[in-house]
């Protein structure tokens, strides 16, 4: 899994490329909290270069969501693929997730 | 063309998902899966075998076996392992709350390797655990 | 000892559900499953044929027809309609909500079935919709 | 199915017996509707003769439970079977409704 970070303005956005697995998952985990351990509020992770996820990303999703909640932050997610948005779909996650289409719509939206 | 083996053999460890890809991938091209149904099927046995990795053997470390063969335009996957006797199919509670707070991180792997799947049994035989996971080449169900 | 018909073609009606019932117990005694595993098959099949009452022909009255037989110390269902293409394994959302004023009234069907079987299977073939499920002699993992 | 109705002090009790799957629903949901329709505010399904039910004998309580509960009234289970017990387990109704161990237990509740 490549990881690519990018600030504009307050927002951090990190770009996964590759599978979002259980192997991956780890790695992506510490990018993210380390960010959130750093101050970062506004999250918004870009998926458009990932074809697949399973549970272990979701898993790590929802772990960063809940930390960002307590914390008054917000993650949100731009660019799902139509299969990573089926997974999402299936696990009932489209409700609990802001979803954007492109990259500018879900910085915008902060 | 390489021939591929028809059972991998591991030590249960996440290390190892990637040989599991890896004996799925050749298997779903060897039978010709749709791309969908590959991820498909790599989800499922993705979410099985790590959970045996996770929870399967809380005292050490076990094995487990991957076989693999073709019923027509199906993929038949097995996974055994001699782990602690854990049926994915029975009592699975759904409690997906929809509002953040209240839903937890996991308890998502067995449902999507449920949902995934065209087929799926669950077997415990002497001391060990078989599930099968059945996936059709293409998903489209006119196909 | 009378002989039990290997399969049942029935009009898809609610009416018939006692015919479906006796044929699945029939079958119960013929494999030897202990009277929990029958409740569970009599329980998923009652939910697959009620569901084809119910969505599969809407325009009509279709036909089912109901498939048994042996492997080894399982009881193995078919079931076959006509009716619109349903793959109830996938796209299962599961949002039991757990307050009353939320919760649907419905939706139960599909999930229990899945939850009290050890093996479930779907295919469509031509313009069939074909569900197998599969349930063992005895629940207990260790027999 | 047999049903049948005894009134004690402002409790309604139905008896259940047989298999409350989708073939007798009808009757009992016709039997239930009934009951609350006339005023029945406090009803207890005695369910020690059900040995068997399915999604349909599921949906007709949880139809019942919230028409009840829009008229302030309150429908409670008592005397599940082990295989009862269960399928509320599995569909995650053990939480919504009160279930009681014997009869008695289930008027005193009121
Ligand atoms: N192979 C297994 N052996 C024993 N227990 C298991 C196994 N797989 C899953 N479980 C149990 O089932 C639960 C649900 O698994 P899963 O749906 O994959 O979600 P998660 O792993 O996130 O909890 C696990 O938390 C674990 O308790
Ligand atoms: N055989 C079928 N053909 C078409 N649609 C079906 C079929 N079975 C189930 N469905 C659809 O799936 C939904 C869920 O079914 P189920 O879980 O049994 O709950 P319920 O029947 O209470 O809605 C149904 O509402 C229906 O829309």
Known sequence: MQINQKKEGEVYTFFLNGRFDAHSAGEVEEKLDLAVSQGAQKLLVDLSGVEYISSAGLRVLLAIAKKLKEKEGQIKLCCLQPYVKEVFDVAGLTQIFKIYGTHQEGIDSF | ?143
Chains 1, 4 share one sequence.
């Open chain 2, 1 to 143: 063309m390489e021939k591929i083996p028809s059972s991998i053999t591991l030590k249960a460890s996440l290390e190892n998902l990637d040989k599991v890809n890896r004996f799925v991938h050749q298997w779903s091209k060897k039978v010709g899966l749709s791309s969908q149904s590959e991820k498909d099927i790599l989800l499922a046995v993705e979410e099985a075998y790590v959970n045996i990795t996770k929870y399967a053997y809380p005292e050490s470390t076990g094995r487990v076996t991957i076989y693999s063969r073709i019923d027509k335009d199906r993929l038949i996957i097995k996974i055994k392992d001699e782990g602690i006797p854990f049926n994915p199919l029975q009592f699975a509670k759904a409690e997906f709350n929809t509002s953040l707070k209240e839903r937890k991180v996991g308890g998502l792997g067995i449902f999507l390797m449920r949902n995934f799947v065209d087929g799926v049994e669950y077997e415990r035989k002497g001391k060990c655990n078989l599930l099968t996971l059945i996936k059709k080449k293409s998903r489209g169900i006119f196909n």
